[in-house]
């Protein structure tokens, strides 16, 4: 399967503590997103990364959540210091990046999803 | 600013009728509308895309959405709901041409279909 993948799948935690997420985009994708998704609501935007630079950060990314995308491959998304309000789905998208095009298919990992007690 | 407004968090159907989903949409500019689906325990799925084509898209499974600019709206319909259609389904606008990726869901509908 050459979709992306996300690790690991949940991740159940005590509040305080820090987490980290991996994502493999699709191999040929430019671009990697991060989403947050909460019960009952739509995925919210958090950062995205084109090749290894990280061109926007949403507001919802407090101090404590740091992304990174070191090779332009791979990215990780920790969260220090967790509280139970972190507690979501975390998702990860990849598209290919075509110049002069709107294509808006992103291409989305199944999540990885965070309880924190 | 854009925002989608998905109307109905739940709708219901039995198997063989007709599906319709509604959404509104906000944009200053000229949107880029989507509609995703998401079964339980699998990633989210694009469903179809408006692009300023044509205003009636159709996309996979025999779904289809029609624009309308006068409404503010991107209803998704499905002449006959299968089983497998059973999931939640979220209307979805990007930003410009600079930030399409940064999608922008709808609050999601569920959709259950009985037998």
């Known amino acids: 399967d050459t979709g992306v993948s996300q690790d690991p799948r949940h991740k159940i935690t005590k509040r305080g503590q820090n987490v980290t997420f991996r994502c493999d985009p699709i191999?040929?994708?430019?671009?990697l997103y991060w989403y947050r998704q909460t019960l009952g609501q739509g995925p919210e935007f958090l950062t995205y990364?084109?090749?290894?630079?990280?061109?926007?950060k949403s507001r919802l990314l407090s101090d404590r959540f740091s992304a990174e995308r070191p090779k332009g491959s791979f990215s990780t998304l920790e969260i220090q210091r967790t509280e139970q309000g972190d507690s979501a789905m975390y998702l990860c998208?990849?598209?290919?990046?075509?110049?002069?095009?709107?294509?808006?298919?992103?291409?989305f990992g199944e999540g990885s999803r965070l309880t924190v007690l | 600013a854009q925002s989608v407004t998905q109307l109905d968090s739940h709708v219901s159907v039995s198997e063989g009728t007709p599906v319709l989903l509604r959404c509104n949409y906000s944009s200053s500019y000229s949107p880029s509308l989507f509609w995703y689906v998401q079964h339980p325990n699998k990633g989210l799925q694009l469903l179809l895309k408006?692009?300023?084509?044509?205003?009636l898209v159709k996309g996979i499974n025999g779904f289809e959405a029609e624009f309308k600019k006068s409404e503010t709206s991107f209803h998704l319909t499905k002449p006959s709901a299968h089983m497998s259609d059973a999931a939640e389904y979220f209307c979805?606008?990007?930003?410009?041409?600079?930030?399409?990726?940064?999608?922008?869901f709808g609050a999601g509908t569920q959709v259950v279909v009985t037998p």
């Open positions: 998208a990849s598209s290919p990046l075509r110049a002069g095009t709107n294509t808006g298919e992103l291409f």
């Open positions: 990364f084109q090749n290894e630079a990280q061109l926007e």
């Open positions: 408006y692009t300023s084509a044509a205003t």
């Open positions: 191999s040929e994708h430019n671009r």
């Open positions: 979805v606008v990007t930003g410009s041409t600079d930030s399409w990726g940064k999608l922008q």
